[in-house]
């Protein structure tokens, strides 16, 4: 089975705190994905990349930065966890430019006090 | 850019009942098709997926048809069940474009025994 593996289901954290999402795939793709989703607001785009080393802001990176210094493996960093960013964080990853599937995470269901 | 409009919810059905979630999309190319589903608690999975004009995806009932003279890719089922209670994503894909998985704003269905 293809899998796209994020590191905690849950994951508590302080105001201020620096915070790490992993998220690791083993189907060799080029692409990942970070989204957040929250109710009403559908999936949200924070980051991608599509290389080792390669990133591009998605709709809502402020806030966010990321690390993809292996090609399994996309990083998610909260550089100071805010309450406003408790959110569901999604990992995706997809074959390159084609027009092929993503495949999801199981979330991080983040929440900052 | 490329956009999705979804059919907006919750959906409440009761068990047994017809479904219809409305799909309508604008892309630059031509995309890929593609139904996510989501149960509570978890990631998106793929649902089923269209390729080409007049395709249609299937899989556990559901169906859905390639419309490219409407730009639509409305998914069906005949006869719902509880177990199918959760929130469904129409996402296009156009090629050339790492970014572009774009999804739709998600539609809540609740399926009462």
């Known amino acids: 089975d293809v899998k796209v593996t994020q590191s905690s289901r849950y994951l508590v954290k302080r105001t201020g705190e620096k915070v790490f999402l992993e998220c690791v795939q083993d189907?060799?793709?080029?692409?990942m994905f970070w989204y957040r989703q929250d109710p009403g607001l559908g999936l949200r785009l924070i980051y991608f990349?599509?290389?080792?080393?390669?990133?591009e802001k998605g709709d809502i990176p402020e806030g966010y930065s990321v690390s993809r210094e292996k090609k399994e493996r996309f990083s998610l960093i909260l550089e100071s966890a805010s309450t406003n960013q408790t959110s569901m964080y999604l990992c995706?990853?997809?074959?390159?430019?084609?027009?092929?599937?993503?495949?999801f995470g199981q979330g991080t269901r983040l929440t900052v006090v | 850019g490329d956009s999705v409009t979804q059919m907006e919810g919750p959906v409440t059905l009761s068990e047994e009942a017809f479904l219809t979630i409305n799909c309508t999309y604008t892309?630059?190319?031509?995309?890929?098709l593609f139904w996510y589903v989501q149960y509570p608690g978890e990631g998106l999975q793929l649902l089923l997926k269209?390729?080409?004009?007049?395709d249609k995806g299937s899989n556990k009932g559901f169906e859905a048809t390639y419309r490219k003279e409407t730009t639509s890719f409305h998914l069906e089922k005949g006869s719902v069940q509880v177990s199918d209670s959760a929130v469904y994503f129409c996402?296009?894909?156009?090629?050339?474009?790492?970014?572009?998985?774009?999804f739709g704003s998600g539609t809540q269905l609740t399926v009462l025994p």
């Open positions: 996402a296009p894909r156009v090629r050339g474009s790492a970014r572009q998985l774009t």
């Open positions: 990349s599509y290389d080792v080393k390669m990133k």
């Open positions: 269209a390729t080409k004009a007049d």
């Open positions: 995706a990853s997809s074959l390159g430019t084609g027009r092929g599937e993503a495949f």
């Open positions: 189907m060799d793709h080029e692409n």
């Open positions: 892309a630059t190319g031509y995309p890929s």
